[in-house]
C-alpha cells in the first residue's frame, strides 16, 4: 500500500491561506498530477506531503499511516525537484547514492541499487562524469535515479520537466510514465502544463487560489469542466466560453432558453473549437485570425468582440476581416451558471 491521502490540509502565512482545506486521494500505483497555474498552491501541497513545510491544520497520511507532524526522513517519499538538485562537485554515481550513503546503507546495497537504476535509464556510460558534463535530458536521468535507488513507494516530482525544451519534454514524459508505471511506484506531479497532466496522469487534481477546482480523471476534466475555469484551463486550444445571449444575438439557433427550462440571462455556453463548423447558418462571427498548422487551422474569430476559436482540419478557405457563420451540435455545448461559474447539468 503506497496511498496518500489530505483531508482538510490547510498550510497559511500571515492569516492568508497559500492551501485552502484541500482534501483528495492518490491511489496506489497511480500518477496523479497536481496542475494549475502559477500560484494555485499545488507546489505547496507537495511541499506539504514531502514534510518540507508544516501544515497548519488537517492530515497528511502515505501508506495509511498519519504522518502530519513526522519528518521528511520517516515518511517514505522520495522528490525530484525542478532544478534537478545534483551537486556538482560529485560524479554521476555518487550523486545518485548520495542520500543512501547518509542513510549508512551499506555498500554492497548502494553499488547493487546503483547498477540497477543506472541500468533501467541508460546512465551506466555516464557514471564517472560531472553534472555539467551532461544535456538537460540526462541530469533529469540522474535526478530520477536518485528517486529509484531510494526505493520508496512514493515519489513526488515538482515541476522535473520545466527546463528542458519542447521536444526533449515529449521524450521525458513519456520515460517518466513508463518508468513509474514498470516500477508500480505511487507518483504525484506537480505542473503547470495541461498537456503533461493530460497525457500522464491518471488523476489530475485542478487547482486554483489554493483550492481544488476539480479532481478526477483526465478526460473527466475535458468532457465535463465542473467550472469556467477547469473549461478554459483543460483543452488546448481552451474552450470558447460565452455568455449565452450574445450567442443568441449573433444568430445561435437557440429555443430561448438553457437546460431546465432557465432564462438565457446569466448562463454562458462553452463549445470545444474541435466542436464548431462553419455553416451557412448560425452565430455571425468575424475572422481575426488564421493559423494554419499543416493537419489543421486554427480560426479566431470574434463574436460581438468576444473571442472564438475553431478548429478546421486542413487549411481552411477563410480571410482575415471576413464574415463566417459558426454553428455546433446542440449535445456537444456545455452550460454554465455566470454567476456561481459551476457547471449545469
Not at 526522513?73 to 548520495?98: C, D, K, W
Not at 520537466?161 to 510514465?177: F, G, H, K, P, T
Not at 488523476?203 to 477546482?213: A, F, S, Y
Request: hydrophobic share 45%; glycine share 10%.
Amino acid at each position: 500500500m503506497a496511498e496518500v491521502e489530505l483531508e482538510e490540509v490547510t498550510k497559511s502565512w500571515g492569516g492568508a491561506p497559500a492551501v485552502d482545506r484541500v482534501s483528495f486521494s492518490a491511489r496506489t500505483g497511480d500518477l496523479v498530477a497536481l496542475l494549475g497555474p502559477s500560484g494555485c498552491g499545488k507546489s505547496t501541497t507537495l511541499r506539504l506531503i514531502a514534510g518540507l513545510e508544516t501544515a497548519s491544520s488537517g492530515t497528511i497520511r502515505i501508506a495509511g499511516r498519519d504522518v502530519t507532524a513526522r519528518p521528511p526522513a520517516t515518511r517514505g517519499v522520495s522528490m525530484v525537484f525542478q532544478n534537478y538538485a545534483l551537486f556538482p562537485h560529485l560524479t554521476v554515481a555518487e550523486n545518485i547514492v548520495f542520500g543512501l550513503k547518509v542513510r549508512d546503507v551499506p555498500k554492497a546495497e548502494r553499488e547493487a541499487r546503483l547498477k540497477r537504476a543506472a541500468g533501467i535509464l541508460g546512465l551506466e556510460k555516464l557514471l564517472d562524469r560531472k553534472p555539467s558534463q551532461l544535456s538537460g535530458g540526462q541530469q533529469q536521468r540522474v535526478a530520477l535515479g536518485r528517486a529509484i535507488v531510494a526505493e520508496t513507494p512514493v515519489c513526488l516530482m515538482d515541476e522535473p520537466l520545466s527546463n528542458l525544451d519542447a521536444q526533449l519534454r515529449v521524450e521525458m514524459r513519456r520515460e517518466i510514465r513508463a518508468l513509474q508505471k514498470r516500477l508500480g511506484m505511487t507518483m504525484l506531479y506537480v505542473t503547470h502544463d495541461q498537456v503533461e497532466a493530460m497525457t500522464m496522469a491518471d488523476q489530475v487534481v485542478l487547482m486554483k487560489d489554493g483550492r481544488i477546482e476539480q479532481d478526477g480523471p483526465p478526460a473527466e476534466l475535458y468532457e465535463s469542466p465542473a467550472t469556467i475555469f477547469t473549461a478554459r484551463f483543460v483543452g488546448t486550444p481552451p474552450m470558447n466560453v460565452l455568455p449565452a445571449s450574445v450567442l443568441a444575438a449573433a444568430g445561435a439557433p437557440m429555443a430561448g432558453h438553457g437546460p431546465q427550462g432557465r432564462p438565457l440571462g446569466g448562463l454562458a455556453i462553452g463549445i470545444r473549437p474541435e466542436d464548431a463548423r462553419l455553416a451557412e447558418t448560425g452565430a455571425e462571427a468575424t475572422v481575426a485570425a488564421v493559423e494554419y498548422l499543416g493537419a489543421d487551422t486554427l480560426v479566431e474569430a470574434r463574436v460581438r468582440d468576444h473571442p472564438f476559436i475553431v478548429r478546421l482540419p486542413g487549411r481552411a478557405a477563410v480571410d482575415v476581416g471576413g464574415q463566417i457563420r459558426l454553428a455546433w451540435e446542440p449535445g456537444r455545448a456545455h452550460w454554465f451558471d455566470l454567476s456561481s461559474q459551476r457547471r449545469i447539468a
